[in-house]
């Protein structure tokens, strides 16, 4: 019986029902107590008729035949009742009793009583058989008949008290019937008046249970203004702060998971305990996980870290604990920093993973550039200073030793130069500070200029350079001079790095969105692992060729950012001892054709 109904029903039924029990005994002790009590007064106004009946008389002769002849008389005594004349020793003088059914004396409490002189409070109980020889209860009572203060003559009325136990029984049963009534009547009603208790609480049990299951939308109609309505109303309001809360914290929650999820850095966030309960996915990118990590102790395997969990969780509020990490080829820098709770002691540690891969081979490229300048400038100035000292020690005096130093000093100040003014125009290729002075200009005929150009130069190395015109004209929209700058630059090194008897070809091609200038040449190649790094500052396939030829190292990489600033590439194939394959790409122009 789980519902709060039904035990409101039950309990206000056994509560009636106690009160019904309670009421219905004492009314039938009272009706009982009250029938036994008329049934003495009877008895006592049937002994104070007989004492009347006698009072005149002066014998005791005289007095016993006016009893007989007032208790013969007596007719309305006969039905269920029996007479009794004792004399004053309880012998049985007359009755009203079928001969041979009398009995001759009687020592009962209230016959004892009589003969003491006395009255008795209660009446004698007794089992009797009737006129059918049935056993019944009887009630008797007796008094004394008195002469002078004398006992002379004891009444003694005994009776059946069947129909009066009949009676007593038919009031018991329409008690237990008004039980009975009200048991059902408080059954139906109560379960009636239960439901306008429980039918609020019900709805409210079940409206709690929708939020329980995360629906906060949940209003309830106010019925009433007692506490179950104050309840409903407090419910209501309830329901709507939770709703609000919960919206406002999956709102917040929504914010930052896209905040986290699309972070160039990777988190991934402790409790105290250590175990994980939250990460990105960026963070199991950058420390290339196929799996997901459970606690702060796995990380620290997969991740050799130097700091302990400890250590971390006893650190004070803003403090930061870095350490750098090498995962294969990238280099992560994982920042640890305490979290705290409501009562400001730390409830957890967060970790910020940031790929500072580039930035780390950035401050390896400064380092190497600073060194490959340092260099380069270094082998001429030992020259120029080395020839100088030389002169200054007397070799000047010789004509021709000091002109040929001068030429020397001449050469490698030019060497210098070149390389101050190359590394001059990288570094505002670098910073955007170069302005192109764009305009449309004619691919085709920018090509066939700078070839014809070198075909003279190669003719003398006995190099054949071959131009294939395209069909059409091609138009561009770039700076000239730059264009002219790469590829004199791309012209230079085929040039440079071809054999004698080597074949250059020049092509201009339309490809999808693009024009792209193709040069190869059948010189020397690149080996397969210096292709990637060919662009790079200084960077030399052959390094001591290379400065005989004049070269600064420079060349490919202001060619790079002069093609990208035309929103362009310069891409480049090669097979070592087969010779290269150069392309500039350029974006078409809307009036490419014409």
């Known amino acids: 019986m789980k519902s709060?109904?039904?035990?409101?029903?039950?309990?206000?039924?056994?509560?009636?029902?106690?009160?019904?029990?309670?009421?219905?005994?004492?009314?039938?002790?009272?009706?009982?107590?009250?029938?036994?009590?008329?049934?003495?007064?009877?008895?006592?106004?049937?002994?104070?008729?007989?004492?009347?009946?006698?009072?005149?008389?002066?014998?005791?002769?005289?007095?016993?035949?006016?009893?007989?002849?007032?208790?013969?008389?007596?007719?309305?005594?006969?039905?269920?009742?029996?007479?009794?004349?004792?004399?004053?020793?309880?012998?049985?003088?007359?009755?009203?009793?079928?001969?041979?059914?009398?009995?001759?004396?009687?020592?009962?409490?209230?016959?004892?009583?009589?003969?003491?002189?006395?009255?008795?409070?209660?009446?004698?109980?007794?089992?009797?058989?009737?006129?059918?020889?049935?056993?019944?209860?009887?009630?008797?009572?007796?008094?004394?008949?008195?002469?002078?203060?004398?006992?002379?003559?004891?009444?003694?009325?005994?009776?059946?008290?069947?129909?009066l136990e009949e009676n007593l029984f038919n009031t018991i049963l329409i008690i237990l019937t008004a039980v009975l009534l009200a048991i059902g009547l408080m059954g139906g009603i109560g379960s009636i008046l239960a439901s306008t208790l429980t039918q609020p609480i019900i709805t409210l049990t079940h409206k709690a249970r929708k939020m329980a299951e995360g629906d906060f939308k949940q209003v309830i109609m106010v019925q009433s203004d007692d506490e179950i309505g104050q309840l409903t109303v407090n419910f209501n309001r309830m329901a709507f702060a939770l709703d609000r809360s919960l919206t406002a914290m999956t709102s917040e929650k929504n914010k930052m998971e896209t905040v986290l999820a699309h972070m160039a850095d990777g988190v991934l966030a402790f409790d105290r305990r250590g175990d994980l309960i939250h990460a990105n996915p960026l963070a199991y990118q950058l420390l290339q996980l196929s799996s997901e990590i459970v606690d702060i102790g796995e990380l620290h395997k997969v991740l050799d870290l130097k700091i302990g969990f400890e250590e971390l969780m006893d650190m004070s509020e803003g403090t930061i604990i870095q350490q750098l990490l090498q995962i294969e080829d990238k280099y992560i820098n994982a920042c640890f920093a305490p979290y705290l709770d409501l009562n400001g002691k730390t409830a957890g540690i967060i970790v910020v993973f940031q790929d500072v891969t580039e930035h780390k081979k950035l401050e390896e490229a400064q380092k190497e550039f600073v060194a490959n300048v340092s260099h380069e400038l270094r082998t001429p100035l030992t020259t120029i200073k080395s020839y100088t000292e030389t002169l200054l020690d007397g070799a000047v005096e010789d004509r021709d030793t000091a002109y040929r130093f001068l030429e020397v000093v001449e050469y490698e100040t030019d060497r210098m130069t070149v390389l101050v003014q190359d590394l001059l125009e990288l570094s505002k290729l670098d910073s955007r500070q170069i302005q192109l002075c764009k305009k449309q200009i004619s691919l085709s005929a920018l090509v066939e200029g700078c070839v014809q150009k070198y075909e003279i130069h190669m003719s003398k190395k006995k190099q054949k350079l071959y131009f294939i015109p395209p069909l059409e004209e091609y138009q561009i929209l770039g700076d000239p001079d730059r264009i002219?700058?790469?590829?004199?630059?791309?012209?230079?090194?085929?040039?440079?790095?071809?054999?004698?008897?080597?074949?250059?070809?020049?092509?201009?091609?339309?490809?999808?969105?693009?024009?792209?200038?193709?040069?190869?040449?059948?010189?020397?190649?690149?080996?397969?692992?210096?292709?990637?790094?060919?662009?790079?500052?200084?960077?030399?396939?052959?390094?001591?060729?290379?400065?005989?030829?004049?070269?600064?190292?420079?060349?490919?990489?202001?060619?790079?950012?002069?093609?990208?600033?035309?929103?362009?590439?310069?891409?480049?194939?090669?097979?070592?001892?087969?010779?290269?394959?150069?392309?500039?790409?350029?974006?078409?122009?809307?009036?490419?054709?014409?």
């Open 4 to 163: 709060i109904k039904w035990k409101l029903v039950v309990m206000n039924t056994v509560l009636i029902l106690i009160v019904m029990m309670i009421s219905g005994t004492f009314i039938v002790f009272s009706v009982r107590g009250r029938a036994y009590e008329d049934l003495r007064g009877q008895f006592n106004h049937a002994i104070g008729q007989l004492r009347q009946v006698v009072s005149m008389e002066t014998s005791k002769d005289g007095m016993e035949k006016a009893l007989r002849e007032a208790i013969i008389n007596s007719a309305y005594f006969y039905k269920d009742t029996q007479v009794y004349l004792l004399n004053s020793k309880g012998e049985t003088l007359f009755s009203t009793v079928s001969a041979g059914k009398e009995k001759p004396r009687f020592t009962s409490q209230t016959v004892m009583s009589a003969m003491n002189g006395t009255q008795s409070k209660e009446m004698d109980r007794m089992v009797e058989e009737d006129e059918m020889g049935n056993p019944m209860n009887m009630r008797g009572y007796a008094d004394a008949i008195m002469m002078d203060g004398e006992v002379q003559f004891i009444i003694y009325i005994r009776s059946f008290t069947k129909e």
């Open 484 to 594: 002219l700058q790469v590829l004199n630059n791309i012209l230079s090194n085929a040039m440079k790095y071809s054999p004698e008897e080597a074949e250059i070809t020049v092509s201009i091609e339309e490809c999808r969105d693009h024009i792209q200038v193709k040069v190869i040449d059948t010189g020397m190649g690149i080996p397969k692992e210096d292709i990637g790094k060919i662009f790079e500052r200084f960077y030399r396939v052959d390094k001591a060729r290379s400065r005989v030829m004049g070269g600064t190292g420079l060349g490919l990489a202001i060619a790079k950012e002069i093609m990208e600033l035309h929103g362009g590439t310069i891409e480049l194939e090669s097979v070592y001892g087969e010779g290269s394959e150069v392309r500039l790409v350029f974006p078409k122009f809307c009036g490419e054709k014409k």
